[in-house]
């Protein structure tokens, strides 16, 4: 069973507006809780990189 985690950043409580991550096998699990059956699975290092570009402000476009 697949235990999911809700982020500190969401809106908290039990509403529908959550970012929510697990981990299952070697990968990470990103869903939003108002649409709880689209899920994005990535490895750990490509989320890393991605949160990495994100916070630096890096470009898309290699």
Do not use: F
Not at 26 to 54: C, F, G, K, N
């Amino acid at each position: 069973m697949i235990q999911w985690q809700k982020s500190s950043y969401s809106g908290g409580g039990d509403g529908d507006e959550c970012v929510e991550l697990a981990h299952h096998d070697s990968t990470l699990l990103l869903r939003e809780s108002d649409d709880p059956d689209r899920i994005l699975s990535v490895s750990p290092h490509t989320l890393a990189a991605l949160l990495s570009r994100i916070r630096t402000g890096a470009s898309w476009n290699g």
